[in-house]
C-alpha cells in the first residue's frame, strides 16, 4: 500500500542520548514534514522540505535536525534528548497540489 | 504562523447531525481542510475545499466556507459511533505548509 512508512513506532530514550526518527514515502511527493502531536497543543510543525535537497524550519525546530538528501526520506535527529522532547511525531508529504497531505502513523518517544 | 481555532469537544446523539467549526485568519490562504484522526493513528484526510468555493458535499460530510467571515464548517450527517474521533480543520498558506487548528474532539453516544 503506498503511503508514509514512520519508525520506530514507539521508543523510550534516555535524556542526554541522539537519536533519529525515520521516514519513508513511495509516492514521490515533493515536500515533507515533521509535526510534533502534543496534548493541547494540537500539531506544531518542526521542519519541512519543499524539494530534495532543501530543508526549512518550522514553529518548533529548536533541538531537531533534518536532512534529505534523496525524494523518498527524511529523517529527523534528536542530537541530546529532553524530557520536553516526549511527544508523538509525524511525518507528511504532499505533492504540492491541494489535495492536502498524506501522514504517517507516528512514532511514540517518550526522553526519560 | 496564522492562528486556526476551533472548539474543544463536541458531543452529539448517534443518527443525529454534527457540526464541527473552524475559522482561521490567513486571508491569503487557498485551500482548506478537514482531517480526522482515531486514537493511536494518524491524521486521515477527510475532504478540503478551494477557497473560491462555498460549499462541498461528500456523501454524509458538507464543508461550508464563508471566506468574508473567515469561517469554516464541517457537518456530519447522520453522525455514527465510528465517527467518534478527533477532527483537525487546517488552511494552506500560499506555501505549501498547513496551520491545524488544534482539534475538536467528537464524541457520539448511542
Known amino acids: 500500500t503506498a503511503g508514509i512508512t514512520q519508525a520506530p513506532t514507539s521508543q523510550i530514550l534516555a535524556a542526554g542520548r541522539s537519536m533519529t526518527l525515520r521516514c519513508t514515502q513511495d509516492?514521490?511527493?515533493?515536500?515533507m514534514y515533521w509535526y510534533r502531536q502534543d496534548l493541547g497543543l494540537g500539531l506544531r510543525l518542526i521542519h519541512y522540505?519543499?524539494?530534495?535537497?532543501?530543508?526549512g524550519k518550522g514553529e518548533v525546530p529548536d533541538g531537531y535536525s533534518v536532512s534529505r538528501a534523496n525524494t523518498d526520506d527524511f529523517p529527523l535527529t534528536l542530537a541530546s534528548a529532553v524530557p520536553s522532547q516526549t511527544s508523538v511525531y509525524f511525518c507528511?508529504?504532499?505533492?504540492?497540489?491541494?489535495?492536502?497531505?498524506?501522514f504517517g502513523s507516528g512514532t511514540r518517544l517518550t526522553v526519560v | 504562523g496564522e492562528d486556526v481555532e476551533q472548539s474543544l469537544f463536541l458531543s452529539v446523539r448517534e443518527g443525529d447531525s454534527s457540526v464541527i467549526n473552524c475559522t482561521y485568519t490567513d486571508s491569503s490562504s487557498t485551500y482548506l481542510y478537514w482531517y480526522k484522526q482515531e486514537p493511536g493513528a494518524g491524521l486521515q484526510l477527510l475532504t478540503y475545499?478551494?477557497?473560491?468555493?462555498d460549499m462541498k458535499q461528500d456523501q454524509r460530510l458538507t464543508v461550508l466556507l464563508n471566506k468574508k467571515d473567515k469561517h469554516l464548517s464541517l457537518r456530519i450527517a447522520d453522525t455514527q459511533t465510528g465517527d467518534s474521533a478527533i477532527y483537525f480543520c487546517a488552511e494552506r498558506d500560499s506555501g505549501y505548509a498547513l496551520n491545524f487548528g488544534k482539534g475538536t474532539s467528537l464524541l457520539v453516544t448511542p
Open positions: 475545499i478551494f477557497s473560491n468555493m
Open positions: 522540505s519543499n524539494t530534495a535537497g532543501t530543508t
Open positions: 507528511a508529504s504532499s505533492d504540492g497540489e491541494g489535495s492536502g497531505y498524506t
Open positions: 509516492m514521490r511527493h515533493n515536500a
